[in-house]
């Protein structure tokens, strides 16, 4: 087998390979060669080159959300770090185990005007779960530092740096190595539960409760116990709010709570105002529930996570550091059914917003609101998606989804940067079709990430072109203007139709309803090659037709 002579490579490589981490993103360069040369000459490692760094972070961050293993992306010295910044910060507010490898010059080039060269060295450390600055030559130390990052990426879920200096040459190779890197046991995780005087004091709270509000964010597939999804779901005085990336189903959940707020009156938020409040998963795309449950705190709240908990409400009140089904199935025995009709009622609201729902779609024209009821009610079952931000998530947050579709979105910093790469990342780890549902500037964004040979043929990408961000013109302030136009909505003539031609994806396009249903039906026929279906919808009736929707729930 052929080994890079440095010897530092040569430990960075075993330490890899011993912990388990065979998914290896290399953007292209020369410092790096050490690293290269040792990852792709090893059978052990998949190895994918990506051009463009930002990319390659984002296309990493794909597979690991998938897969919940940490997966390295390796670069270059220079400004080809910082274009990793942007997926780093994603996978931490996300937690996603992601490890950056950088290699840099030896520290006696750093600020002496040699080229392609930065200060490097905790670059990440507002959002680094760890900084491995390892020095030129092989130590224990570096050792300690480098199993140490790696230990961090796995047992904190996020994103750790690893920066290792090599001095030229750097494309000479050994057929034999030369160290025997020391690999540090990973410190098995402790069984946490929660202790019984705990579970007593806070079950008396819930027991004597009328009114209790469980809302989840983002969440994996299959993460909840049945069992409990099943008694949350018939308790009377628990009311279940989801969102379309909880993944998680019940036909007595509410997940469509946009619909179902916007509408109320002071008087109704007052009577919806929860005793409890216990939250988990990731974070939380309603504007609207936030808002709510700031000026209308709960007496209690409750976050559960094994490792972090926001206080997104200024409200929290207790961190039970467990997963939620370690919570649940200690707690839940320990409660009492009680006399509450709030789940009653808010089932009636939900119904009655339901009903309005289905009679507002019947009479409006074509439009982002009626392409996204038209695609979400068409995806194949047992498929994933992922979503863009902006826009895209937030209408899909208005309509059912099929429980059988795994949903996925980067809502840790909510960028529009990196969806189109993160989606291919995903879609390469994931057995199962992906289909990405994108608007225009977030595709055109991040462009570059259909510059890349890995893309399965079965990927779909839904782009619904509505000339500019169409989000700008929902927001308070919209005034149609040039500097509106040109400095917040980006408006724009541009289409993906030469983009697909020169990255080999069919590419079809739709403008009314009977198009866009033919040509959905096409597109999920079609597994030849990757797929662009771009949706032209008019401008300046979308926002009115979302603005005008939430008025006729009243």
């Known amino acids: 087998m052929v080994y890079p002579k440095i010897p530092l490579a040569q430990s960075i490589i075993q330490i890899c390979l011993a ?30 080159s990506i051009a463009d760094e930002r990319c390659a972070a984002f296309f990493a961050l794909g597979i690991a959300q998938q897969t919940q293993k940490p997966v390295a992306v390796v670069c270059t010295s220079g400004s080809a770090l910082l274009n990793y910044y942007p997926a ?39 959002h680094s779960l760890y900084n491995a600055n390892l020095s030129e030559a092989t130590s224990v130390e570096n050792d300690i530092k480098i199993n140490k990052a790696i230990h961090k990426a796995i047992t904190k879920k996020g994103p750790v740096h690893i920066n290792a200096p090599f001095e030229e040459p750097l494309y000479q190779t050994v057929s034999k190595q030369s160290v025997d890197a020391m690999i540090l046991a990973l410190a098995k995780a402790p069984n946490k539960k ?19 509000l469980i809302l989840i964010g983002e969440n994996k597939p299959n993460e909840i116990d049945n069992e409990i999804i099943e008694f949350l779901a018939n308790d009377d005085s628990v009311v279940v709010m989801t969102e379309t990336t909880s993944n998680l189903h019940h036909p007595s959940f509410l997940n469509h709570i946009d619909t179902i707020i916007t509408p109320f009156s002071n008087k109704e938020f007052k009577s919806f105002q929860p005793d409890i409040l216990i939250t988990f998963g990731g974070m939380v795309v309603s504007k609207r529930i936030k808002a709510n449950l700031r000026n209308y705190k709960p007496k209690h709240h409750w976050h559960i996570d094994t490792l972090r908990a926001y206080d997104t409400f200024g409200s929290l009140t207790k961190h039970f550091k467990v997963h939620p089904n370690q919570f649940f199935n200690q707690f839940l025995r320990f409660t009492i059914a009680i006399q509450s009709d709030y789940r009653s009622v808010f089932q009636e609201i939900a119904d009655l917003r339901e009903k309005k729902h289905q009679k507002y779609l019947t009479k409006i024209p074509f439009s982002d609101f009626k392409a996204f009821e038209t695609i979400l009610q068409r995806l194949p079952e047992n498929s994933q998606l992922q979503i863009s931000n902006s826009s895209a998530i937030r209408y899909a947050q208005l309509f059912d989804i099929n429980s059988s579709i795994e949903v996925f979105c980067n809502r840790g910093t909510s960028g529009i940067d990196g969806s189109t790469s993160t989606a291919i990342g995903a879609a390469v780890a994931s057995q199962k079709p992906t289909i990405l549902i994108t608007g225009d500037i977030g595709f055109l964004y991040d462009c570059n990430a259909l510059w890349n040979e890995y893309i399965p043929k079965n990927f779909k990408i839904i782009l619904i072109n509505n000339g500019g961000g169409g989000i700008f013109r929902i927001l308070p302030g919209h ?75 009243y």
């Open 19 to 48: 912990k388990g981490i065979k998914n290896i993103v290399i953007s292209p360069g020369s410092r790096n060669a050490p690293l290269t040369i040792g990852f792709v000459n090893n059978p052990e490692f998949r190895c994918y």
């Open 194 to 212: 929660i202790a019984i005087d705990e579970i007593i004091e806070f079950t008396n709270i819930w027991n004597q409760s009328k009114k209790k």
């Open 88 to 126: 780093f910060a994603e996978a931490f507010y996300s937690q996603i185990p992601l490890i950056v490898i950088s290699a840099d010059r030896p520290q006696s080039k750093i600020d002496i005007g040699d080229g392609q060269t930065i200060r490097q060295e905790n670059v990440f450390k507002n």
């Open 479 to 553: 005034e149609e203007t040039p500097v509106f136009n040109k400095f917040f909505e980006t408006s724009h003539c541009y289409t993906a139709e030469q983009l697909a031609k020169m990255f080999g994806f069919e590419y079809s396009t739709a403008s009314d309803e009977i198009s866009l249903t033919k040509n959905l039906t096409a597109l999920y026929a079609q597994n030849d090659k990757p797929s662009i279906l771009e949706i032209f919808t008019p401008t300046r009736e979308n926002d009115r037709v979302l603005l005008q929707y939430f008025k006729e729930l």
